[in-house]
């Protein structure tokens, strides 16, 4: 039993973050770069940024929200251009509306490139302790207190706690309480939020297998490489060059789902050990096997998760299976007849909250100044958190300046779904970004995301000057060619219509803009 600590105040901020994943290093970055002296606490210096699932960031509508956290000020889209090891631009044989980029990370240099960001930001401190307890004071104030007895008092707190809160494991028969990737659990502030009035859920994922890059027979498999010429997730950046690391192709068997079907008693989800719910646009392989049991494959990418580690990914093989059944089921896929597991897959359960208990600032109801951001919401996927982290750090920002709240619309932004989704219909399920869900989907195309929001960032004071002027220059240019294409005029020559009739377009009668003519869907 732990002796009970003295507890003192160390220091006492504008704003305190809890976490340091993806929400809340989004969070605390734009509350500090506002001029917030902000603290963020976190069980771990070691998982500041942390991938605990899939290596790779972005993908369809998720690239969508990495590029407008950039467009506002943010640094997700900055970090991966830093530390990517392949990239590819997603649905280009679809229109540019659903044109989604997504990049590999290597998840080591991703965290660590992250962390040296928020060490030398000024006005930020980064604190490893255990937030056990928040209380309200009088004066709308706020304390944090910690495990080691510390506590700090601040003027808003930003709740971004992942799947710590009483997370537990689960790999078959076995059940632990543990946080993700093997990490401590946070196991008090569950209580605290409760005893403030917050009504919990609690919710489920998980993470596949890591497999021995040298136990793989990639000659059974499909290469896949990324593209030849990388867009940058960032609007800062025009290039980048880098050497691309392949991913690969492969597929269940016949044989994988006899050993799923013989093991489902023993798998928790379906002993009824696993009460949670779990994503539905990211089911385990055993529910793949249950509800599709008219396939006879299911598709598997084998990814790398960075330059410097042995360890591969593969996607689409999320299991909580015993790691005996685990074993069996992996080697009998093409080209894993010899996988050596690295790290086992496993489910985790965890507490949120129910996400319709917040404003569309992401500020608490019931609580002046208390936000919450990411998976804590019930959210899933790191740019999803991301996206949530900066808006909360930005409404922090205002509240405590007296400034009206800043939201943005669903015709204006993935964000403005993804938030209104979550507050206002909440969500029995951890929640995914999909393009299906933006009703303006063709107006928010991922190029844009610029002209929808640098100006607005602009404005809140997140948008550097340098930013700025590149976002203004690149609208110049746009201006400029679209003046230019209006100003030539194209004449109906006999050679021009011939031209236009053989791509099955009207020929000319009268001089035509180069402008009026693009707006043709068979020209370009």
Known sequence: MEDRVREFLEESVDVLVIGAGHAGCEAALATARLGMKTIMLTMSLDSIAMMPCNPNIGGTAKGHLVREIDALGGEMALNIDKTMIQCKMLNRSKGPAVHSLRAQADKQRYHTEMKKVIENQKNLRLIQAEATRIRVNQDGTFNVYTRLGAYYRARAVIVTTGTYLRGKIHIGELNYSSGPNGLAPANELSQSLMDLGIKLVRFKTGTPARIHRDSINYEKMAMQTGDDEIIPFSFMNDEIKIDQVPCYVTYTTQETHEIIRKNLDRSPLYAGVIKSVGPRYCPSL???????????????????????????????????????????????????????????????????????????????????????????????????????????????????????????????????????????????????????????????????????????????????????????????????????????????????????????????????????????????
């Open 286 to 524: 055993e529910d793949k096997v249950v509800k599709f049991a008219d396939k006879e494959k299911h598709q598997l990418f084998i990814e790398p998760e960075g330059l410097d580690t042995k360890e591969m990914y593969i996607q689409g093989m999320s299991t909580s299976l015993p790691y005996e059944v685990q074993v069996q089921m992996y080697r009998s896929m093409i080209g894993l007849e010899k996988a050596e597991i690295m790290r086992p897959a496993y489910a985790i359960e965890y507490d949120a909250i129910d996400p319709t208990q917040l404003k569309l600032n992401l500020e608490l109801m019931t609580i002046k100044n208390l936000f919450f951001a990411g998976q804590i919401n019930g959210s899933s996927g790191y740019e999803e958190a991301a996206a949530q982290g900066l808006m909360a750090g930005i409404n922090a920002y205002l509240s405590l300046s007296n400034k009206e709240p800043f939201i943005l619309d669903r015709s204006e932004a993935y964000i403005g779904v993804l938030i209104d989704d979550l507050v206002t219909k909440g969500t029995n399920e951890p929640y995914r970004m999909m393009t299906s869900r933006a009703e303006y989907r063709l107006l928010l195309r991922q190029d844009n995301a610029d002209e929808r929001l640098t100006e607005k960032g602009y404005q809140i004071g997140l948008v550097t000057e340098e930013r700025y002027k590149r976002y203004r220059d690149k609208k110049q240019r746009i201006e400029n060619e679209i003046q230019r294409l209006k100003s030539i005029k194209i004449t109906p020559k006999p050679e021009i219509n011939e031209f236009l009739e053989n791509i099955g377009s009207v020929p000319l009668k009268i001089p035509t803009s180069l402008y009026d003519l693009l707006r043709r869907t068979e020209l370009n």
